[in-house]
């Protein structure tokens, strides 16, 4: 609880994204894989740094994820967020982002189905109130 607080207090982002990302990603937060989580879970806790064709060593452990994660979004919210036609994903899906929320979470998990699961979670641990704005 600590890491998450404190990375979305220091970068701005509501700590809401940082949960659901650690559920979304590796199941840390309920379910049977948050019963006995590994070292390696928490150390890719949100896969900042670990791509599909990319793995970098120095984003590994948990106070880093939650830090790079949180720094990450807010980076693409501000410095890309006029590239909204952005329609480009690794599974070959394309979608095309209506707003810099979900333009940032479409840069942060470029596979489409990621972004569902996302959608999914924070509307379990959340509700929909403040999503932000649909894809197409």
């Given at each position: 609880?600590?890491w ?29 894989e948050s ?20 793995v ?8 880093t ?13 501000y ?15 394309s ?7 979900t333009f940032?979470?479409?840069k ?28 197409q």
């Open positions: 609880a600590y998450i607080k404190k990375a979305a207090d220091m970068v701005g982002i509501n700590p809401r994204l940082l949960l659901t990302k650690l559920q979304s990603e590796e199941g840390l937060i309920i379910g049977s019963i006995n989580p590994t070292e390696e879970d928490f150390a890719w806790a949100i896969n900042a740094g670990n791509g599909d064709n990319f970098d060593e120095s984003k590994k452990g948990f106070p994820q939650m830090m790079l994660g949180a720094k990450d979004f807010l980076w693409y919210w410095t890309k967020a006029e590239e909204f036609n952005y329609t480009e994903s690794v599974d070959g899906s979608t095309k982002a209506l707003n810099a929320a940032s979470l479409l942060f998990t470029p596979h489409i189905i990621g972004n569902q699961v996302f959608y999914t979670v924070y509307k379990q641990f959340f509700g929909i109130g403040d999503l932000g704005g649909p894809t």
